[in-house]
């Protein structure tokens, strides 16, 4: 597909703009989300605070989406379940990675998934390399965990390495969806089977945010932050900008993720810490900017998928 495709050709600069300011407010709106959401975790759980988000996101995209599910096949079935589970899987154990580790690292060490993915797919030597630039990152991130002041909690680091690969699965499960089932009633039903799956660990986290309706205003808060408004933002940012600049654009949400942590949470970050963020977000704008579709390429040669808040990308 082109790249000018994603927003017509001869886009004029002002739907340029208006596109970059919604990648960038969807940015924003993640990581305040996240960090909202730790605010919680004393009260609800890490998972109890997962399923109340997903849970209300779920309720919220279905009355707009409003599937229709009746015509339905096994395979779009099995596809909608299969990206339902890496959505459960991918927030909570992201959510429990960021109640013991800042936003930024946490983001950074995720990050890992779609780049690892991205190399794996393409099979390009310059994506290996992009790939060694992040894992010299993660390098940095050790080196400032074992000689700070203020490490990194170990459980936290592993956390984050799993929601990095239940982040390949999400892009997998994902892409099957968008080439199966048109609209948003797949990510629609997805988040229906997330919410079903995460039900055990979020009624207890109900009967406590009834007795104190804060606290379900708090997570409401964090659905509409870190679902609702990314994907609304993220959706009409695609119809405005090349999708190749739209990714390059997402690959600044782990700088994004340090910002709110030391905002909203009062998180610092050393320098080390902050070039190891730097090193993986030159990674991902190196993976994005150079993926490309080749005419004629083969099966091995498709391009890399990046995930961003809610919406699989695949770079031209």
Partial sequence: M???????????????????????????????????????????????????RVLIAAVVVTLIARPRLRHWNRAQWTAAI????????????YYAAIERIPLGPAVAIEFLGPLVL??????????????GLALGGMALLAVDGLTGSDPLDPIGVLFALVAAGFWVMYIRTSTRVGALIPGTG???????????????????????????????????????????????????????????????????????????????????????????????????IGVTAGARRRRGAGPDEEPPSLMTGSIPVVPD
């Fill in 2 to 52: 082109p790249e000018n495709s994603a927003a017509g050709v001869g886009t004029p600069s002002r739907n340029i703009g208006v596109g970059v300011a919604l990648v960038i407010g969807s940015c924003l709106s993640l990581p305040f989300g996240a960090a909202v959401a730790t605010t919680l975790f004393p009260a609800l759980g890490t998972w109890g605070v997962t399923s109340l």
């Fill in 82 to 93: 299969l990206f339902g589970v890496s959505v459960a899987a991918m927030n909570g154990t």
């Fill in 118 to 131: 991205a190399a794996a797919l393409t099979r390009r030597v310059v994506d290996f390399l992009w790939v």
């Fill in 186 to 284: 797949g990510l629609a039903v997805a988040l229906g089977v997330a919410a079903v799956l995460l039900l055990p660990f979020g009624i207890p986290a109900m009967g406590t945010a009834v007795g104190e309706p804060s606290l379900l205003l708090m997570a409401g808060l964090t659905a509409l932050l870190a679902s609702v408004i990314p994907y609304t933002l993220e959706l009409a940012a695609l119809r405005r900008l090349p999708q190749r600049v739209f990714g390059i654009l997402l690959s600044l949400e782990p700088v994004f993720a340090t910002l709110a942590g030391w905002i909203v949470l009062g998180q610092q970050a050393t320098p080390l810490r902050m070039a190891a963020i730097a090193l993986v977000v030159a990674a991902s």
